[in-house]
Every structure is written in C-alpha cells, then in structure tokens.
C-alpha cells in the first residue's frame, strides 16, 4: 500500500531558528516528490519538486532533499518567520498514471 | 493567486439542503479534481475529470455528484449531507498528458459545515 509518513506532527520554533521536516514515502514505482506549503483555510502552494535524480534544491530559505534509496525527504527551513506558519504537505506521485499520495503534513508554527 | 478560483469560501449547510461548490481554473489545463481535507488527515481524492470525462471515482458516497461541463469548469453537487462530510474541499487542476502530470495546481477551498 502506498503510504507517505510525515513527521514531527507539529512543531513550534522561535523566529529566526531553523527546523527540519521529515518526509518517509514506501510509495512504488516512484515519480516525484513535491513539498507543499498550506497556509490555514487555503490550497496548498508547491514549493518544491525531486526527481529520482535529484538530491538536492532549493528555494530560497528552504531547501529540500531526496534519499531515493531510503525513500526519505526532508525540508530544511533557514532562518525561519512569522509567515512560515503553515502546514507542510509531503505528496508523492507514482510513475503511472495521475496517483498522487499525500501526507498527513506537519503543522508549524513559528513566534517570536 | 493560483489561477484556480473556488466559490463558495465557506458554506453551511442543512443536512436536508441542496448546494453546488464551483471551481474554475484559467490555465488551460484538461485535467481537475475534487479533494477532501478534514481536520488531522492526509488529503483524500474524490474524483478526477480528464478532458471532460470522469475517470476517477474513489469511491465517494452518492450525496456527492461531480459535473464537468467543460475543461475550465468543476461543480461539486451535495445533497442529503451528513455531519461528517464537514472539511475543507479543494478543487485543482493539472495539464495530463500519458504518463506525463505537470503539477496540480489548487484553489483556496472551500470551507464546508453540514448542521
């Protein structure tokens, strides 16, 4: 069964602190990994896609990174703020047809 | 702003009411879905429209009825609605092509509560 795992559930760090978030997918075959941002009562916002290839990339203060071989991602968040207060989405797209598996998201919060 | 619009923002409804949620996206794509979010799980996928056409069903209940009138235009149709069917619902679109999904792209939901 597809599944995508994330963790912690939530997390709560001061401004200006860095945090990461964990993504474990058992997701076959795979395609492509997506870090989605969902601020409260709104869509989720793509922030960054992995391909099988890639390890690494990065967007500005978050930078996300791709174990193929353990099936694990995590999201590195620099120099955190206020406006990264959200809930963070790992979504996994399988090699066939449209199957996008979501995670349950890891809600943070960030305070001063 | 994604390019896909969702109206109503929130909605309540009663459980004996008839109500549609509508979606509309401008990006010229030809694929869109219904997603459901409650409180604490993963994103749940109702249907998939693919050129117009329904391909997918997972196996949502009747009291919920999808119509796609054309590749711009989703309608979600609810009737005779439960207490549980209260979450969040997201409409989003991709461009399909074969095996090849571009990124979904969502509109801000809209916020069901079934009194």
């Known amino acids: 069964k597809n599944q995508v795992e994330q963790s912690p559930q939530s997390l709560i760090i001061l401004e200006g602190k860095n945090c990461t978030l964990q993504c474990n997918y058992t997701v076959s075959p795979f395609s492509n990994l997506r870090w989605y941002k969902q601020d409260t009562g709104r869509g989720p916002v793509s922030l960054t896609i992995?391909?099988?290839?890639?390890n690494t990339k990065s967007n500005g203060r978050y930078t996300a990174t791709l174990d193929a071989d353990t099936k694990q991602s995590s999201l590195h968040i620099t120099a955190s703020q206020l406006s990264d207060s959200a809930s963070y989405i790992c979504?996994?797209?399988?090699?066939?047809?449209?199957?996008?598996?979501f995670g349950t998201g890891t809600r943070l919060q960030v305070t001063l | 702003e994604t390019g896909v619009t969702q109206t109503p923002r929130h909605l309540v409804m009663g459980m004996t009411n008839k109500k549609s949620l509508k979606c509309e996206q401008h990006?010229?794509?030809?694929?869109m879905y219904w997603y459901k979010q409650s409180a604490k799980k993963p994103l749940e996928l109702m249907f998939v429209y693919s050129l117009e056409e329904r391909v997918e069903n997972n196996s949502v209940p009747s009291r919920f009825s999808p119509e796609c009138p054309n590749s711009s235009h989703l309608f979600l149709h609810l009737h005779t609605l439960q207490p549980e069917d209260s979450a969040l619902y997201l409409c989003a679109s991709s461009q399909d092509g074969g095996y090849l999904t571009t990124e979904a792209f969502f509109g801000q939901g809209t916020r069901l509560t079934v009194v």
């Open positions: 979504v996994v797209r399988t090699g066939t047809a449209s199957k996008l598996t």
């Open positions: 992995m391909t099988f290839s890639e």
């Open positions: 990006l010229g794509h030809n694929a």
